[in-house]
């Protein structure tokens, strides 16, 4: 009985280790990269926050304003990122190449949603870019 008990609890426990493995690919980078890195994403959440209050209150510019500067391609030398890629596997240098082409083609779909049924293609533009935040996320980690 108590054996049982023993063997139930290792099953259990080996099937939650099982679940929980981690698969993403751990990318090492110097400290001060990692804190840079992450202070870039906590920025990226913030500007899709911002673009979708923007988007809600039908400012259509100000939200291709904030893609472009934040997440998009002229983002790209505020964010150092010609060096940081130089640490990151060629798939996340693609993952990330990925979403700022997204998010500047976000911009331009953002600034034509006057037009009939442009909010919905912004929303969908938009999806995409955060398309791309995914799939980096489920394939690589730096801590
Ligand atoms: C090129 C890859 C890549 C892209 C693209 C990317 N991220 Fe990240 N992000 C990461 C990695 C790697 C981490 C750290 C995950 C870990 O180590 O567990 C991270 C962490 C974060 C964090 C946590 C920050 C912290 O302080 O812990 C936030 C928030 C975040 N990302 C938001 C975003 C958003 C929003 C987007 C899209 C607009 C995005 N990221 C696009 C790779 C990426």
């Known amino acids: 009985m108590q054996i ?3 063997l139930a609890t290792v099953v259990l426990l080996f099937m939650t280790a099982a679940h929980a493995a981690d698969e993403r690919q751990f990318v090492p980078l110097p ?8 202070h870039n994403m906590r920025d990226h959440l913030l500007a899709i926050q ?20 934040r997440l998009g391609m002229t983002s790209l030398q505020r964010h ?15 993952a990330g190449t990925a979403m700022h082409q997204a ?11 006057e037009v009939e049924g442009g ?7 938009l999806s995409r870019v955060m398309a791309a935040c995914v799939a980096c996320h489920s394939a690589y980690r730096i801590h």
């Open 119 to 125: 909010l919905a293609r912004a929303f969908g533009a």
């Open 50 to 69: 911002t673009i979708t209050r923007q988007l809600a209150a039908g400012q259509y510019d100000a939200a291709a304003d904030t893609a472009e500067a």
């Open 4 to 6: 049982a008990r023993v």
């Open 31 to 38: 400290d001060r990269m990692r804190d840079h890195m992450l």
């Open 80 to 94: 150092d990122a010609a060096h940081m890629a130089s640490y990151m596997p060629r798939g996340m240098q693609a």
């Open 103 to 113: 998010a500047s083609r976000f911009a331009i779909t953002a600034r034509n949603a």
